[in-house]
């Protein structure tokens, strides 16, 4: 399988070692290969595709080319956002995500109950629904809450003990949506749950293996 990292709209991107090495070397080590890809048209040479916390709009231009490649190229396209839209980056991605029934709300999450290094926003979750051969518990920090309609499924929940800034509880942190085309848009709240600090915590790195090896 080859992943097509994009650099394309101010991403944080796979090279940045201090953050993302953990990500590369263990995928490399599962034969999935990552490539960081400045050039917009030629992402979509790749397997999956990842816009991990774009920071710039996409054109209309764009737009129509991740929506052919959902629907008829059958590629997989995955965006991060990150809490409270730091950035505007869950409005960048809503601009493409909402369409297909995926929302990013400009929201925090916290969790008294369940968190690590004393932050209630790095909360920890076992309402695992989708990609979850071999996962139990994962930890998925800084997350924007989702709002799913339109035929999506949840892959990941947080747990009822997690609220929302508007005080909704066990709110979705990862939300997918299929295609006839073998396509999938896979949208997550949070940017960092397979970074350096999250990916060798609980159950991270099988879990994101899964998200890209498509073992639901």
């Known amino acids: 399988m080859k992943v ?14 201090y953050y993302f090495s953990g990500l590369y070397k263990e995928l490399f080590k599962r034969k999935i290969e990552i490539k960081e890809v400045d050039d917009f048209n030629k992402l979509f ?11 710039n709009p996409f054109s209309n231009e764009e737009k129509e080319k991740i929506r052919e490649a959902l629907q008829q190229k059958g590629k997989k ?28 709300l400009p929201e925090g999450i916290k969790d008294k ?6 932050d209630l926003f790095i909360i920890t979750t ?22 799913v309609g339109n035929g999506a ?23 997918q949506k299929r295609f006839e085309s073998g396509g999938k848009l ?13 990916l060798f915590r609980l159950d991270n790195l099988q879990f994101v293996v ?3 090896g498509g073992a639901e």
């Open 210 to 212: 899964n998200i890209f």
């Open 4 to 17: 097509a990292w994009s650099a394309t709209h101010q991403e944080f991107l796979i090279t940045d070692g």
């Open 153 to 175: 499924e949840i892959i990941l929940r947080a747990r009822k003990t997690s609220l929302t800034d508007s005080g909704k509880k066990s709110p979705v942190l990862i939300a």
């Open 45 to 55: 040479e790749y397997d999956v595709i990842v816009f991990n916390y774009p920071e």
């Open 77 to 104: 396209i995955i965006f991060t956002a990150h809490f409270k839209n730091k950035d505007g980056v869950s409005e960048i991605c809503n601009s493409i995500t909402k369409e297909y029934g995926i929302n990013i």
């Open 126 to 147: 076992d309402e695992v629904k989708l990609y979850q051969k071999g996962v139990k518990e994962v930890v998925f920090p800084y997350s924007a809450p989702l709002e």
């Open 113 to 118: 109950v369940h968190h690590l290094e004393d």
């Open 186 to 198: 896979i949208v997550c709240g949070s940017c960092i749950f397979w970074d350096n600090f999250s």
